[in-house]
């Protein structure tokens, strides 16, 4: 199994106003354009305005401090499935700048 960091920023108006994470293990290594789903009860990607959003990977990046792989996607919206944690602004440099 291959250690993954799904990463989400939020941007609106062209600036970044929020990020999130998630771990995951999977059987394969994430590609660009690739999308994530999760079941039927618990929404994945529910907004707080209970839409439903279908983001994909938009880039890749191998992390060698924490050998782990991260996926970054990009969202205009904040989301309310508690699935991820929500990034505090002292990261958000680190996770949602620099990562592209």
């Known amino acids: 199994m291959i250690k993954v960091k799904l990463v989400v920023r939020v941007v609106k108006d062209s600036e ?3 990020g999130y994470v998630g771990d ?3 059987p394969f290594v994430p590609t660009i354009g ?3 789903k999760q079941g039927v009860s618990t929404k994945l ?3 707080t305005d209970n839409n439903e959003l279908s983001p994909h990977v938009e880039h890749i990046i191998y992390d060698l ?3 782990c792989i991260i996926a970054l996607f990009e969202v205009s919206e904040f ?3 508690n699935y991820w944690t929500e990034l505090d602004s002292k990261n958000l440099g680190e996770w ?3 990562c592209v």
Do not use: G, I
């Open 16 to 18: 970044v106003v929020c």
């Open 65 to 67: 401090d924490e050998e």
């Open 34 to 36: 690739m999308k994530f």
């Open 24 to 26: 995951v293990e999977l």
């Open 45 to 47: 990607w529910e907004t």
């Open 96 to 98: 949602l700048f620099d």
């Open 79 to 81: 989301l309310a499935s």
